[in-house]
């Protein structure tokens, strides 16, 4: 069996009216690990698992998941998906819902009430299992949707912007369930467009933008990629320093300087120009880049003449529609 | 199996839920308690569970006139109105948002994304509307049965014909209404749309029945005129009241004595009147090509006429609510004809036709409703 669940080739898909929303890409997810599809809204990042679940027909390309062809329905046994905006029947109660989903992938009665209680457990909502789900709240809703994606135990779940809409203490609760799982060794595929809730959790990342992958790799990989040291100061350097370090090759802001290397002996003549002129030099530390770092370099390599995202706001892309 | 089953049960809970269902099934509940509360004694009928009551001879316990009143009130007013109608208007709106929800980006992730098929999901929840319309008719024809048991001392199951003569009338309307729902995804459109095709399908199956009836009357008159015509010959009698004709002498006294009342005058005279009814059967013919392809929901559920037992006899129920109810008997020559003419309409399509070509009509629609399911990208 191949090592990859997933092992796309050139997946295009063209909307009609020519809205081109995926213009080949090629993924592979390795077993095992949590893997994020990062993008703006619009990138392509739904319609991906919405070919991957049958819900739409990619226009080209090739791929297989959990080793068979993608669009083949016996595989969708064996995957778990919480869909993005997802619209679970208001009149089932909590456990109504994961039950449903069992019923629907075929699992056993026996197997569906164990499974259906820790999964309850799993996602702390045995209290309120039997509430109905217009009564829940929207991280209510997300942890239920979280426990139906896993009932028939998959070997691949999808969660699509599983985040969307839950306030701050159920995007904290969402992490700490993801790592849960990630412990259990399940392989995750997450679309979203909030770095934050990726960062902590994934494995490897997928940078998608206007249909089109950016990057991708292990996340610990691409972020070491362009390491720097930051040496931070307290005091104003003068303006003919501030020349000569940029000669150099550091950039020097506010209280702050950077030096775009991997080697700790660059950074030296750093700290010695600093001494030399009397500044009291506050911390010298490695930098990696963050996610956020990581994908506004994949972006503006990829949209040189794109407007910079506000920072702290979630990604927007402008000119694709919402997919 | 199970995942089908699943779906199957989610329809049913989905219609369940909804408010209107248990208003459908009050209403039908509280129309057929009003019809159980009617009763007989020995001396008259009583209503509301004795709070009225009125002496009759006729329409009281053991009478023949009591049993067809008891029935007809069933087959005449309330299946009539209440459940070709109303009730199946009702079904209508509980069953028509359950496509385009299962059409809903949220919805579909859920259940389209499962190893069940498409045309599997579509099947289940077909069949699902169709299980709750059984249910509801169902619980009300039970009442009606246990009513008549009750207030006329035997049972009629006759009136079961029922349950599956409304299944039908809802599947030839639910299926159109399926296509334009995948199709559209938009509730109301799919609502509106539909009861336009049933106004259409009415409309035409309303002019169909009476230009029948029309150019069957004209060609019974005409017929009857010439018989009249061929009797009197003989006695030299012109009848056509044409423009110089005269009568024989002696011969007036005697049409007076043989035919006390000479028929009427024609309504328009001969070559006039056969071109009307040309021109009348060309237009009959293109309803009728118009109708055959419509399905036939007020044809449908007259089978039911054929088909209930009244006094033990199959077909009691023919026959208008006042004239089965009076055992009308008008004036003979006037009777001939309009019980000929009567009978000709109402046999005008068998119920094979009808059914047949609705049933049809029905499968062409549920086939496009779930090729567009199958294929429709979400």
């Known amino acids: ?323 | 199996m199970k995942p089908y089953l699943t779906i199957l049960l989610d329809s049913f809970r989905m219609l369940k839920a909804r408010t209107i269902f248990w208003v459908t099934l009050a209403i039908s509940l509280f129309v057929a308690l009003v019809h159980l509360s009617m009763g007989f004694d020995e001396t008259g009928t009583s209503l509301f569970f004795g709070l009225s009551h009125f002496e009759s001879d006729m329409f009281r316990e053991g009478t023949s006139q009591s049993e067809t009143l008891y029935v007809s009130i069933f087959t005449k007013l309330i299946a009539e109105y209440w459940l070709s109608w109303i009730a199946v208007l009702l079904a209508l709106i509980s069953c028509v948002s359950i496509f385009p929800e299962a059409l809903k980006e949220g919805t579909a992730g859920m259940e389209l994304t499962k190893k069940l098929s498409r045309l599997k999901v579509f099947a289940a929840k077909f069949v699902g509307s169709l299980l709750f319309v059984t249910i509801q008719v169902l619980a009300f024809v039970l009442i009606v049965f246990l009513a008549l048991r009750w207030r006329l001392g035997s049972w009629n199951p006759s009136i079961f014909w029922y349950v599956p003569l409304i299944l039908l009338v809802f599947t030839y309307l639910y299926s159109f209404m399926i296509v334009i729902a995948v199709k559209t995804r938009s509730v109301m459109t799919a609502l509106v749309l539909t009861l336009v095709l049933w106004a259409i399908s009415s409309v035409i199956g309303f002019f169909e029945g009476n230009l029948y009836t029309m150019i069957q009357t004209l060609e019974m008159s005409k017929k009857f005129e010439a018989e009249a015509r061929e009797s009197a010959k003989p006695l030299g009698v012109d009848l056509e009241g044409e423009e110089g004709g005269q009568i024989e002498e002696g011969a007036e006294d005697q049409v007076k004595v043989d035919d006390p009342e000479p028929l009427e005058e024609p309504f328009v005279d001969r070559d006039n009147g056969d071109a009307g009814i040309l021109s009348m059967k060309l237009w009959y013919q293109r309803l009728l090509a118009a109708y055959a392809i419509f399905p036939k929901t007020g044809r449908t559920m007259e089978i039911a006429d054929r088909l209930i037992v009244v006094n033990g006899e199959k077909g009691g129920a023919k026959g208008s609510f006042m004239s089965i109810i009076m055992g009308f008997e008008e004036e003979e020559d006037q009777n001939d004809m309009f019980i000929e003419v009567s009978e000709k309409a109402a046999d005008r399509h068998s119920g094979t036709y009808a059914i047949g070509t609705s049933v049809l009509f029905s499968l062409v629609m549920l086939v496009w409703a779930g090729w567009i399911f199958c294929r429709k990208e979400i």
């Open chain 1, 1 to 323: 069996m191949s090592d990859f669940v997933l092992d796309l080739s050139g997946i295009r898909k063209t909307y009609r009216g020519g809205v081109e929303a995926l213009k080949g890409i090629d993924l592979q997810v390795p077993r095992g690990c949590v893997y994020g599809l990062l993008g703006p809204n619009g990138a392509g990042k739904s319609t991906m698992i919405k070919i991957l679940t049958t819900l739409i027909r990619r226009t080209g390309g090739e791929g297989t998941m959990l080793g068979k062809p993608i669009g083949d329905r016996s595989v969708l046994q064996n995957i778990g998906l919480l869909p993005e905006h997802a619209q679970f029947p208001d009149y089932l109660t909590g456990r109504q819902v994961i039950e449903f989903t069992a019923g629907l992938q075929d699992v056993s009665s026996l197997e569906c009430k164990t499974r259906t209680d820790s999964l309850l457990d799993l996602v702390q909502m045995t209290d309120d299992q039997d509430r109905k789900m217009k009564g829940y709240s929207k991280g209510m809703k997300q942890r239920i949707g979280i426990a139906q994606a896993l009932v028939n135990d998959p070997d691949i779940v999808f969660l699509d912007e599983p985040t969307d809409g839950v306030d701050p203490a159920g995007r904290r609760d969402f992490r700490v369930l993801m790592k849960k799982l990630r412990e259990e060794g399940r392989t995750i595929f997450i679309n979203t467009h909030i770095l934050s809730e990726l960062e902590p959790i994934v494995d490897r990342v997928a940078i998608i933008s206007h249909g089109q992958l950016l990057g991708e790799g292990v996340l610990d990989d691409l972020r070491s990629s362009k390491p720097s040291y930051q040496v931070e100061f307290e005091g104003r350097l003068a303006p003919a320093r501030i020349q000569a370090m940029s000669e150099q090759g550091f950039t020097v802001e506010s209280g702050l300087i950077t030096a775009a290397t991997s080697r700790p002996g660059d950074v030296q003549s750093v700290i010695d120009q600093l001494r030399q002129d009397g500044i009291v030099i506050v911390r010298v530390e490695r930098h990696t880049q963050s996610l956020e770092d990581l994908f506004m370099g994949f972006f503006d390599q990829a949209n040189p003449s794109a407007p910079p995202p506000i920072p702290g706001a979630p990604l927007q892309s402008p000119a694709i529609p919402q997919s």
